[in-house]
């Protein structure tokens, strides 16, 4: 049985110890097609080495990654790369290549591990601990000699950085396979195992990965990108967003569009591109105090379906004012489902729709205009009618 075969079948299927049979269980927080593509990746694409010298082909389940793990070249210490078959100072290129391939096919087991953890394997939840514990990473990716990697790798921090990562790529993923209360269990995860303040500080220390350079109001929903003071509190004396009040803000006042902002703070390089200094740390910590909220509906509009960063950065209402400019129909919601247009992730998908929708729309008018036309030059008809005919009777021609 293949690995990812065979990760599918240990989680959904009956067990002899009396796991009740998938049809009976509830909906898994994960569901089985992430799974199986995720175990599929590992197992498969990353044993196509030829080209496996960048993330850029062989990166991990769709999500960020820290900058030194972008490239073998960056996950080195390039000066000792050597191009040849044997040097005593240095690690041949094609070993680099290799020392990259398996610690990034470890990095993405991490996140199957993850998955599955989430979704209730005690086995998968000890497992994902061990591989952020010291060296567990690299020895199993067959890295015992730290001597030619980055700097940046040896440093204090780096495995938690590669744990925020994931979590947050978790937490803000697009992909519906992910239910909402998975996205919950997995910062409780992270929280059961791990020290969230050191997190916090790792993910700051390594977030050149996770950031990029960037205008803020094109990551903001739509809603603020005119106005980004309704969507943060902001010190303007000390030119600084204060985490904790917008993240509370945005929570009260705007939670459908929440996530998207939170994100984008995340994602913006404070150093090149914002006027406002923004406390990454601090910011990841309000990213994990979002499982503590308890209204479930509350949570349902932060990260559902509904949510702005999973529409194109449209809010609810922005989605219906959107259909109708693209229909010109004011009452579109005649005429389609908001709701589950919200649900469709991508984007040219919905515009195809509401281009359908919009033909439909037309011809539907078209054929009313039609028939009263119609029913008008029928009654000019009669009435031309009944006056020849009194005319006749009259003796008029």
């Known amino acids: 049985m293949s690995f990812h075969r065979a990760a599918s079948h240990r989680l959904f299927s009956t067990t002899q110890n009396g796991t009740l049979p998938n049809k009976e269980k509830p909906p898994a927080l994960i569901d089985e097609q992430c799974l199986i593509s995720l175990s599929h990746l590992v197992e498969e694409k990353y044993r196509e080495r030829t080209s496996a010298t960048s993330s850029t082909t062989y990166g991990n389940f769709h999500v960020k990654i820290p900058f030194p793990l972008t490239s073998y070249l960056f996950f080195h210490d390039e000066e000792k790369i050597y191009e040849g078959i044997w040097s005593h100072w240095g690690i041949s290129s094609m070993g680099a290549i290799n020392a990259y391939i398996e610690f990034m096919q470890q990095y993405?087991?991490?996140?199957?591990?993850?998955?599955?953890?989430?979704?209730?394997?005690?086995?998968?939840?000890?497992?994902?601990?061990?591989?952020?514990?010291?060296?567990?990473?690299?020895?199993?990716?067959?890295?015992?000699?730290?001597?030619?990697?980055?700097?940046?790798?040896?440093?204090?921090?780096?495995?938690?950085?590669?744990?925020?990562?994931?979590?947050?790529?978790?937490?803000?993923?697009?992909?519906?396979?992910?239910?909402?209360?998975?996205?919950?269990?997995?910062?409780?995860?992270?929280?059961?195992?791990?020290?969230?303040?050191?997190?916090?500080?790792?993910?700051?220390?390594?977030?050149?990965?996770?950031?990029?350079?960037?205008?803020?109001?094109?990551?903001?929903?739509?809603?603020?990108?005119?106005?980004?003071?309704?969507?943060?509190?902001?010190?303007?004396?000390?030119?600084?967003?204060?985490?904790?009040?917008?993240?509370?803000?945005?929570?009260?006042?705007?939670?459908?569009?929440?996530?998207?902002?939170?994100?984008?703070?995340?994602?913006?390089?404070?150093?090149?591109?914002?006027?406002?200094?923004?406390?990454?740390?601090?910011?990841?910590?309000?990213?994990?105090n979002l499982a503590n909220i308890t209204n479930e509906q509350l949570k349902i509009n932060i990260f559902g379906a509904e949510a702005s960063y999973r529409n194109g950065g449209n809010s609810p209402l922005d989605l219906k004012q959107w259909a109708i400019e693209i229909t010109n129909i004011p009452n579109i919601e005649d005429y389609v489902d908001l709701k589950k247009l919200a649900m469709l992730s991508d984007q040219p998908a919905r515009e195809l729709l509401l281009e359908y929708v919009s033909r439909n729309y037309m011809l539907e008018t078209q054929l009313v205009e039609f028939r009263a036309n119609a029913k008008s030059k029928e009654d000019e008809i009669q009435l031309n009618g009944h006056a020849n005919g009194y005319a006749n009777g009259m003796g008029c021609r």
Request: some cysteine.
């Open 108 to 288: 993405n087991l991490a996140l199957l591990k993850f998955f599955e953890a989430i979704n209730g394997s005690e086995a998968a939840e000890a497992e994902f601990k061990d591989f952020f514990q010291g060296n567990v990473m690299f020895n199993r990716a067959g890295i015992i000699n730290k001597e030619y990697l980055n700097d940046s790798i040896k440093r204090p921090g780096f495995m938690l950085a590669l744990l925020s990562y994931l979590l947050l790529d978790v937490v803000f993923s697009q992909n519906e396979g992910i239910s909402v209360a998975g996205k919950i269990a997995a910062i409780n995860l992270v929280k059961k195992h791990f020290n969230i303040t050191a997190c916090a500080k790792a993910f700051q220390d390594f977030r050149n990965g996770y950031e990029y350079e960037c205008q803020l109001p094109g990551l903001l929903p739509k809603k603020f990108m005119d106005n980004i003071a309704a969507a943060f509190k902001i010190d303007e004396a000390n030119k600084e967003i204060l985490i904790k009040e917008s993240v509370d803000l945005l929570i009260v006042k705007h939670p459908h569009e929440a996530a998207q902002a939170i994100l984008s703070l995340l994602i913006m390089d404070d150093n090149w591109t914002c006027a406002y200094q923004i406390n990454k740390a601090l910011l990841f910590e309000q990213v994990i």
